[in-house]
């Protein structure tokens, strides 16, 4: 990649990282922007994936605390989502760019629509889950809808962190806080599991991959700062339109 496109994909990574820090949706930028300085669509994707493992890894880190007492639900999940996020990356490298080129607005599409019905989202589970809860055996039922929504964003990663936390809010019974930061850990999961399986598969563009992992750890640091003077509804209807525009020019494609 030329000096020009890896300051292409590095501000877009910034953009992203901060979006995801306010808002959410930030594949939406960066993995557009990939494809659009020329790198084939899997791999973009691929390389997306590769880039964004630092954020997920901040999102985890800064909810710990929340994770007290819920040993058995991470016993049980997080083998279940690292396994999925290997299956769907699996199936992205069994995927020709063809194929994916038609699918892509789908996903795409598909994110935009959890996006908008995230605020939604939130606050059914704010008025239907308890102030607290322990884990016990019955959270077991919650690997069965955990197994899809990994293997998605494994596949595409974007929207799996509403998908999850919808997931987990039908099944299990605690609070919202509580069930946010075990949805950080499952998605840090799923990326990682991806990313790492993604690897060996000379389908990364390391020089891109790199300088969008620093791009996005430094937007999330900016987006952290902004969080007080930007509204997230705002930004977020912003991430949605460039979505969806992302999406008929792939489907024109």
Same mark, same amino acid.
């Given at each position: 990649m030329s000096i020009m496109h890896l300051l292409i994909v590095g501000l877009a990574a910034v953009v992203g990282g901060a979006v995801n820090a306010l808002a959410g949706g930030g594949t939406l930028i960066t993995f557009p922007m990939l494809t659009a300085v020329g790198v084939p669509i899997v791999t973009a994707n691929i390389t997306n994936t590769v880039a964004l493992c630092p954020g997920y890894l901040g999102a985890t880190f800064a909810q710990l605390k929340d994770l007290r007492g819920q040993s058995l639900r991470l016993w049980l999940l997080l083998p279940i989502s690292f396994i999925g996020g290997i299956g769907g990356g699996f199936l992205?490298?069994?995927? +020709?760019? =063809?194929?994916?080129?038609? *699918? %892509?607005?789908?996903? *795409?599409?598909? $994110?935009?629509?959890?996006? $908008? %019905? =995230?605020?939604?989202?939130?606050?059914?589970l704010v008025r239907n889950m308890s102030k607290s809860g322990t884990a016990t055996l019955h959270d077991?039922?919650? *690997?069965?809808?955990? /197994?899809?929504a990994a293997i998605y964003g494994g596949y595409f990663g974007a929207g799996v962190? /509403? *998908?999850? %936390?919808?997931?987990?809010?039908?099944?299990?019974e605690d609070s919202i806080i509580r069930l946010n930061a075990l949805k950080q850990t499952l998605s840090f +999961? /799923?990326?990682?599991?991806?990313?790492?399986?993604?690897?060996? +598969?000379g389908h990364v563009v390391w020089s891109a991959a790199l300088v969008m992992a620093v791009g996005s750890l430094a937007g999330g640091i900016l987006g952290g700062r902004l969080a007080k003077r930007v509204k997230p509804q705002l930004l977020r209807g912003v991430v949605i339109v460039i979505g969806t525009i992302v999406a008929i020019i792939y489907f024109v494609r």
């Open positions: 992205l490298l069994h995927t +020709s760019d =063809q194929v994916f080129l038609k *699918i %892509i607005p789908y996903l *795409i599409l598909m $994110a935009v629509v959890l996006m $908008a %019905i =995230q605020d939604k989202v939130r606050a059914w077991a039922w919650s *690997i069965v809808p955990i /197994i899809p962190s /509403i *998908i999850v %936390i919808s997931v987990l809010g039908l099944v299990l +999961s /799923i990326n990682i599991a991806a990313a790492i399986f993604f690897l060996f +598969s």
